[in-house]
């Protein structure tokens, strides 16, 4: 789905929106993303300025209806979409999430009279303030629609034709499952779907093994995810970014940078070594898997030194060259004056720093000591470079799940059942009335229980709820958690300048409190998996090899195992190297490693206490 929007092959969608206002799609906003990028375009609209329709309506900006919709301009728009035949449309009229009267009235007249055709409306989308981020999301929203509804048709059949008893649901980006309905209705909430199973395996794991507070490390073959998890629970925001186009959807703090097994290294113009973010990609994929690759990858300089075994086998099946690795990466040494395995240890060096920045951003740079954290790793790569990072930002545990690869599969069959209702408020925080509030959260509680499967008891759902507040003239919030059995407007303003503080490092404690939205979480807890130590397949082949560990050890002779022997072991002394199906777990000298009863690996220094 994510993929049709990203490569423009979406179906075609229009916009209906508020006389004067067709153009907030092209007008975006004002910043500029690389300030120093003197020729830096922004993305082409998501819908064409032809098919972007205007209605001579108005709503004010306290939810008055100033004009009120001429039912025949309705019959001109259907006229209008009918006549270029769109297959989705967003309806995103001003201040609809206050009043959402008008868009209710045309979306009833789109679905009476365009029959298959997919209709958001930005109220039921997103009932939030700022016009731009709105719309965007809405289009987006009903740009997926169509494809999502395929997809999801498609996968409900096939398991039914297979006859599965199961339950079927679909992550969502915010770290929780959704129903196939609620899915077809909002796409848009499961687009960046895919890096939150990593982050909910690194609490679920963190969570059996006693860590509240984690790192997460996903590292796949193209980029790198990074996330955190605090006192047990994964951060979460509202708003991330896809090709270009904000979407202001809640959805887990993740970070992604270009750094990855395929990650190609080159030198730049200046005579410098970089790496990233242009990948090999799967195919032709790194040039050591002789499918036809020549650009040197971190894979390849990862086989020049030794980490990854020529002899063995990845996922089983291919056969690694590491004479094609080290003639990848002839030019790059040569530039360089350096031999091979001292170019191939910059390439994973830098690689190295490419990550621990995005590691620092979801830590540092959200008012957090990542030394009072564990390091989670996952995906193929991550357990392959893991120390390297910890070490750089004084981690000095590090916790492995027993498939590093399939870890956001995991994630996924271990998540809750979700959803996020939120609006709008924008009031002052001490002219709120406790009435007015309880019954705000009231009404959400509702909308949310509403929008889970229908089999589901009230009595079963947890309700948790947040005020998103801010200091007045500021344009961003934080999430402020709210005792519903004991709401104190007082409490609520100290309890934000405690979190400004840690966030920001300052408070200003005589300035206004403003608050801008109110949000519910509606979550169903779901059977907790089993521990059981799992099978791993395949051996390792040589009990040890020449591994390069950097200029201050050089080359030694490393220990390797199976993940099997692996877990036999009592404990585990670098340097040593842990082969598996889907990853490679790489243990530096003077670093420990202790497989724990369900098949993580605990990774930690020979000196730090356990």
């Known amino acids: ?12 969608t229009a916009l209906i929106t508020t006389s004067g206002f ?27 300025r032809d098919r972007c329709l205007e209605v001579n309506e108005r709503v004010s900006a306290t939810g008055a209806i100033i004009k009120p919709i001429d039912m025949s301009e309705i019959g001109e728009i259907i006229a209008k979409l009918k006549l270029i035949k769109v297959e989705a449309v967003a309806v995103c009229f001003l201040f609809a999430f206050l009043e959402p009267a008008h868009e209710i009235l045309i979306g009833d007249a789109l679905s009476s009279e365009m029959d298959g055709v997919s209709v958001s409306l930005s109220h039921q989308v997103l009932p939030l303030y700022r016009e731009y981020e709105r719309t965007s999301t809405t289009v987006v929203n009903a740009s997926a629609q169509p494809v999502m509804d395929r997809y999801v048709s498609e996968v409900v059949s096939t398991l039914k034709s297979r006859s599965f008893q199961g339950e079927f649901f679909v992550m969502q980006s915010n770290g929780g499952l959704a129903s196939p309905k609620e899915t077809v209705e909002r796409p848009v909430f499961s687009l960046f779907s895919g890096p939150a199973g990593g982050v909910v395996a690194a609490a679920e794991f963190g969570k059996r093994h006693g860590f509240d507070n984690l790192l997460s490390l996903d590292m796949g073959g193209t980029s790198t995810d990074a996330a955190a998890v605090t006192g047990g629970t994964p951060d979460r925001l509202i708003g991330i970014e896809i090709g270009g186009y904000p979407i202001a959807i809640p959805s887990l703090d993740i970070i992604s940078v ?12 200046g005579g410098a070594l970089q790496v990233g973010p242009k990948s090999a990609g799967a195919s032709p994929g790194p040039a050591c898997y002789g499918n036809g690759g020549i650009e040197p990858t971190v894979t390849d300089a990862s086989v020049v ?14 056969q690694v060259q590491k004479d094609l690795a080290i003639e990848s990466l002839a030019h790059i040494s040569t530039e360089l004056g350096m031999e091979d395995y001292e170019s191939a240890w910059g390439i994973i060096s830098l690689v190295n720093a490419n990550m621990a920045n995005a590691v620092r951003e979801v830590s540092v740079e959200r008012g ?35 498939f590093p690869g399939a870890a956001s599969a995991h994630g996924m069959l271990a998540s809750e059942i979700r959803i996020d209702s939120i609006r709008t408020v924008h009031q002052a925080l001490l002219d709120l009335k406790l009435d007015f509030l309880e019954n705000l959260f009231s009404e959400l509680t509702d909308e949310g229980y509403h929008r889970l499967p229908a089999e589901i008891n009230r009595e079963s759902v947890k309700f948790s709820y947040k005020l998103d507040l801010r200091y007045k003239g500021q344009t961003y919030e934080l999430g402020v958690p709210v005792d519903i059995e004991n709401i104190q407007i007082l409490n609520l303003a ?3 300048h405690k979190l400004h503080a840690a966030r920001y490092g300052h408070t200003f404690p005589k300035n206004p409190i403003e608050l801008v939205h109110a949000r519910t979480s509606s979550v169903v807890p779901r059977k907790i998996l ?21 200029p201050q050890n050089g080359w030694l002779t490393t220990s390797t195992l199976s993940r099997s022997d692996a877990q036999k072991a009592e404990e585990i002394e670098g340097p040593a190297i842990i082969q598996q199906i889907d990853s490679t777990i790489i243990i530096p000298p003077k670093v420990l490693g202790r497989a724990l009863d369900d098949g993580c690996l605990l990774i930690k220094s020979s000196s730090s206490q356990s």
């Open 494 to 496: 100290d309890a934000f």
């Open 22 to 48: 067709r153009d907030v799609l092209e007008i975006m906003r004002a910043d500029r993303k690389d300030l120093f990028d003197l020729h830096q375009s922004k993305p082409a609209p998501m819908v064409p």
């Open 1 to 12: 789905v994510l993929n049709s929007l990203l490569e423009g092959k979406g179906p075609k």
């Open 258 to 269: 270009g750094a990855g097994g395929g990650s190609i290294a080159s030198i730049d113009p």
């Open 368 to 402: 957090r000591d990542p030394r009072d954290y564990v390091l989670f790793a996952s995906g193929g790569g991550g357990p392959a470079h893991a120390w390297d990072i910890a070490n750089e930002l004084g981690i000095t545990k590090i916790l492995i799940p027993p």
């Open 305 to 318: 030194i030794g980490r990854y075994s020529a002899d063995a086998t990845l996922a089983g099946t291919l």
């Open 530 to 550: 089993n521990k059981t130590v799992p099978h791993w397949p395949g051996d390792c082949g040589a009990n040890s090899r020449q591994v390069y560990w950097g």
